[in-house]
């Protein structure tokens, strides 16, 4: 079975840094990016960062220069490095791949972690 497992979130303080991590395990046969989005208390779901396979990224402005996207190919597995945290950044951050399992090709989502930015 196909399961994106998250990890990393907590309570910070302003300016603190956090860390965290998904790996893509079970039966992605391939995948094409992994990234991840963030969604705050009565707000849509926001793209944060992304990365695909071979290596190009996207940001979204409001994290630019604090927050930097990578993986591990080899491991299926992505990291997010967020410093000089904001309490708008407070939010559940998923997890997301773009990648084909059992023959299906679509988006897949992590269940979330939350992320806490307060003093």
């Known amino acids: 079975q196909a399961q994106l497992v998250e990890s990393g979130g907590g309570l910070v303080q302003p300016g603190g840094s956090l860390r965290l991590s998904c790996s893509a395990s079970g039966s992605f046969y391939m995948i094409n990016a992994m990234g991840w989005y963030r969604q705050a208390p009565g707000k849509e779901r926001e793209l944060v960062a992304e990365i695909t396979s071979s290596g190009p990224t996207n940001y979204a402005d409001s994290v630019k220069g604090r927050f930097t996207i990578s993986r591990d190919n080899t491991k299926d597995t992505v990291y997010l490095q967020m410093n000089n945290l904001k309490p708008e950044d407070t939010a559940v951050y998923y997890c997301?791949?773009?990648?084909?399992?059992?023959?299906?090709?679509?988006?897949?989502w992590g269940q979330g972690t939350q992320v806490t930015v307060s003093s």
């Open positions: 997301s791949v773009d990648g084909t399992t059992r023959g299906m090709t679509g988006r897949y």
